[in-house]
């Protein structure tokens, strides 16, 4: 029905956060200083896992992967919005805009099923202590890994198809700083009604399974730490959870905001849901390695000794 060539072959303009062009180079400060924060936290946290042996468990390789795929989610989105903020209205291919948000929600739906395998390996860990190492072989684990990867791929590839197939023959302007599906399909002159389903349905439920999932893993953990004898053993069991909870909730609770405000938020206002959805971009990625360095004593001992080499001898 379409020439798809001929529709699909111009560039994308992305035109930031509408009704605040003027603020766009104070905007760009504290995102830019945020993104960098991102980038150092999650870069240190790698190396440490990367070069301390007592770091190479099951939980601290789901850690450095929550952290890769944090990097991702930041730099697809991040740079892109800064060249914006800084020189104004910005050029994106076709292609390039497809890449973008491929990449974002990929990312997104990874976080998710990554903090669902943390929380099943906080459960073996706490429930099933003596067969922790039996469980959660070598083995297992990268199996846990291509098979949460595939899944995320296989859920949000369709969305990229779903886009690709649209004829775009009206504006190219797209009213934010980076490409995501339902914006971008919007755009187009066709009906779009199989993009918004499957746009919202398919990844709201995967990501619903996993709280549901991460929910029944963490009551199985308290029902286990309140039957523990000692309450130094209650605290310690506690205490190695508090910080993948704070980054389930940093995680889960702007990202159902930011999903059901862009469906169902027809009242907000669209700065606010551009400016919230971009701090959702780079916000988490920021202060997960944060919480984790601070409430994880085996990393903080390992940040203190490389960032203060001398005052630890």
Known sequence: MYNLSSYNTGDFTLLGIPGLEQYHVWISIP???I???AIVGNSILLYLIAVERSLHAPMFFFLSMLAITDVILSTTCVPKSLTVFWLGPQKISFPGCLTQLFFLHYSFVLDSAILLAMAFDRYVAICFPLRYTAILT??????IVVGIS?????????CVFLVNRLPFCGTRIIPHT???HIGVARLACADISINIWYGFCVPIMTVISDVILIAVSYTLILCAVFRLPSQDARQKA???????VCVILMFYIPAFFSILAHRFGHNVPRTFHILFAN?????????NPIVYGVK????????????FPRGTQ
């Open 31 to 33: 995102f830019c200083f």
């Open 35 to 37: 993104y960098l924060v």
């Open 138 to 143: 070598s083995r297992t684990t990268v199996k």
């Open 150 to 158: 595939f899944r995320s791929f296989c859920i949000f590839a369709p």
């Open 178 to 180: 980076y490409c995501e």
């Open 238 to 244: 506690l205490g190695t959870c508090g910080s993948h």
């Open 279 to 287: 701090l959702y971009v780079v916000m988490p990625p920021a202060l």
């Open 296 to 307: 994880t004593k085996s990393i903080w001992d390992k940040v203190v000794l490389l960032l």
